[in-house]
């Protein structure tokens, strides 16, 4: 295979953001030792340890740095000193918001997957659940975040929501393609009864559709496909929804894999992509070791299939699953006998880069006998 080089942004960002991470890069550092390629990263300041140091969310130097980047690794922003204080003028929020409107990042994808080893992690019953396999395309740069919003005199609130045809269609060709290399099912969520943007969402979605015969499309009501990812997951392939609902319904769907620890997500623009774990900062847990790196090293999958490193991407998503089939988990899904954020980490590495190892370390395991360094 041709050596590949690429520049990675890291953006470790608060909290748990700079131990995943480093997760991350160990196990992409592993692919590229294995497949011989290069991979040039760089750590760059976001969210409130930048605005600590800089008084800025997102600096000017780490918004070139992504610029510059052919892909870029984040970590999570968030602090408790910010999240207690709604009367805070900067926050760490603004840094994510301005990262995504700044660099174009229209599309969030958020793949769900029911792992049959941690079924019964979930809250949900093993049969709902097994076997489910979709992924959500959220919009990302419009809708009702970024509606003008105020207060007024009466002392009233409005939050506007507005989108453009080109908005939706830029999205929905994305999920379009995606349904197209799956099952070919495409599911539009919105709140068409009632809200005029969702009647516009429809309207794009069903000119685009026809450009797609082979998708079959369906409609639902959000709070509708809000049931139906609880009553049976199993039904969807690729949803499709705006900004708001997409959030919503995104981390409703992280119950079916029994952890927002193992949730991977893509931002995607037209000149560069952001990939991160869907958990937020989880500050409590920060040093202790215990954060799950999986939905990390699980983003770094998405980013090598980004770069179009479509074998490394795989052989990445079968490390994660020999971890989570040998029970090599952080204390959140292995209480009993649980490994740190960096032995499940390091296990995930050795089994990528070490393939000649892999049968012999996996009896150890079995066995009761850990290897990870």
């Known amino acids: 295979m041709d050596l590949v080089t690429k520049k990675i942004a890291v953006l470790p960002g608060d909290g748990i953001g700079p131990e995943v991470c480093r997760q991350a890069v160990k196990v992409l550092d592993a692919v590229a030792e294995r497949f011989g390629h290069r991979f040039e990263f760089s750590s760059h300041l976001v969210g409130a340890c930048a605005i600590d140091a800089t008084g800025n969310p997102l600096p000017d130097e780490t918004l070139a740095a992504c610029r510059a980047a052919d892909a870029v690794l984040f970590g999570a922003i968030g602090d408790p000193k910010y999240d ?46 097994e076997g489910t396999d979709l992924v959500i395309f959220r919009e990302l740069t419009g809708g009702i975040y970024f509606g003008e919003k105020g207060r007024n005199a009466d002392g009233s609130a409005y939050d506007n929501c507005t989108y453009s045809r080109p908005e939706i269609a830029r999205i929905a060709h994305l999920a379009f393609q995606s349904a197209v290399s799956r099952r070919q099912h495409l599911t539009l969520v919105d709140k068409a009864n009632v809200l005029e943007t969702s009647r516009l969402w429809r309207e794009v979605v069903r000119n685009i559709a026809l450009q797609y015969p082979a998708v079959t499309v369906d409609y639902l009501f959000v ?36 952890s927002m620890g193992l949730l991977p997500s893509a931002s995607v623009g037209a000149a560069v992509a952001v990939f991160e774990p869907i958990h937020g900062s989880y500050s409590q847990a920060t040093g202790k070791g215990i954060a799950n790196p999986l939905a990390a090293i699980l983003s770094a999958a998405m980013l090598l299939d980004h770069l179009g490193l479509v074998a490394e991407a795989e052989l990445v998503r079968e490390a994660v699953d020999e971890a989570l ?9 292995n209480p009993t006998a649980p490994y740190t954020t960096e032995q499940v980490g390091s296990y995930v590495a050795f089994w990528i880069a070490d393939s000649n190892e892999q049968q012999w370390n996996a009896h150890n395991i079995a066995v009761g006998v850990s290897t990870i360094i």
């Open 84 to 129: 207690n204080d709604p009367t805070a003028k900067v926050r760490p929020e603004q840094g994510l918001l301005r990262m995504r409107k700044e660099l174009g990042l229209f599309a969030n994808i958020r793949p769900v997957t029911a792992y049959k080893a941690l079924l019964k992690h979930s809250p949900l019953k093993a049969d709902r659940i």
């Open 223 to 258: 709070d509708n496909a809000a049931m139906q990812i609880i009553v049976n997951p199993k039904q969807f392939d690729v949803m499709l929804t705006e900004n708001m609902f997409g959030d919503i319904i995104s981390d409703e769907a992280s119950v079916i894999a029994g």
């Open 325 to 333: 089939t040998n029970n090599i988990l952080t204390p959140e899904l």
